[in-house]
């Protein structure tokens, strides 16, 4: 059964407090790993795609990057708009198109 | 904005009734999915239609239902409702090109379901 483990739960910090935050899978032929950011009472904002060990990908202060069994979310110097849930999720080969979502990380960042 | 729109944005209503909630997909995509956040469970997937057609389901109960028009817009219909039902319910949508190539889903912004 294909399974998301987002860790930690929550984090606090401090602005321009760089940190990562983790995502451990187990997927029967990754098609696809995607991060999302959501704030509270809206829809999950799409943040990036990775589809292979090895990849990265950057969008200003966020870096994702993929290993055979998880992925990292990398926020450097992150500032207080920030803060908000971020969620991993799996696309699997045995799928048709539908995403396995961890539980996500609640980021909070102070000024 | 991520082009998917969903409606009504909030819906209250009694144990034992039924509702219906719409999503229009992005221009140009024909895959919807519906998936269901509560706080204990996060993100569910429900149920998935690609071009009028039902592809996958989920952990979708049987009072649960969902069909795609012709116009590729969706509607969840959620009947003898509990209150264990009140949950956001978000609709995304993606191309999916035929053949399953790797795809994007953007979300709607959501209904917010209240069971009394």
């Known amino acids: 059964e294909d399974q998301v483990t987002q860790s930690p739960e929550a984090l606090r910090l401090q602005e321009g407090e760089s940190s990562s935050l983790n995502c451990s899978y187990t997927?029967?032929?990754?098609?696809?790993l995607f991060w999302y950011r959501q704030d509270p009472g809206k829809g999950p904002e799409f943040l990036f795609t990775?589809?292979?060990a090895g990849e990265e990908k950057e969008k200003e202060r966020l870096k994702a990057t993929l290993t055979k069994k998880e992925s990292f979310l990398h926020i450097t110097a992150p500032k207080p708009e920030d803060s908000a849930t971020y969620l991993c999720?799996?696309?699997?080969?045995?799928?048709?198109?539908?995403?396995?979502f961890g539980k996500g990380t609640k980021l909070s960042v102070k000024p | 904005d991520s082009g998917v729109t969903q409606t009504p944005k909030h819906l209250i209503t009694a144990t034992g009734q039924r509702v219906t909630l719409r999503c229009s997909p992005r221009?140009?995509?024909?895959?919807v999915y519906w998936y269901q956040q509560s706080l204990d469970q996060g993100l569910q997937f429900l149920i998935q239609?690609?071009?009028?057609?039902?592809?996958a389901k989920g952990n979708i109960l049987e009072r649960f239902s969902a069909q795609q028009f012709p116009d590729l817009h969706s509607e969840l219909n959620l009947s003898s409702l509990e209150l264990g039902d009140s949950a956001l319910y978000f609709c995304?949508?993606?191309?999916?090109?035929?053949?399953?190539?790797?795809?994007?889903?953007?979300f709607g912004p959501g209904t917010r379901l209240l069971v009394l």
């Open positions: 995304a949508s993606s191309v999916a090109m035929v053949g399953g190539s790797q795809e994007t889903q953007y």
């Open positions: 997927v029967s032929g990754l098609r696809g």
């Open positions: 990775l589809y292979s």
């Open positions: 999720a799996v696309q699997g080969r045995g799928s048709q198109g539908n995403l396995i």
């Open positions: 221009s140009g995509d024909l895959s």
């Open positions: 239609y690609y071009n009028g057609e039902e592809r």
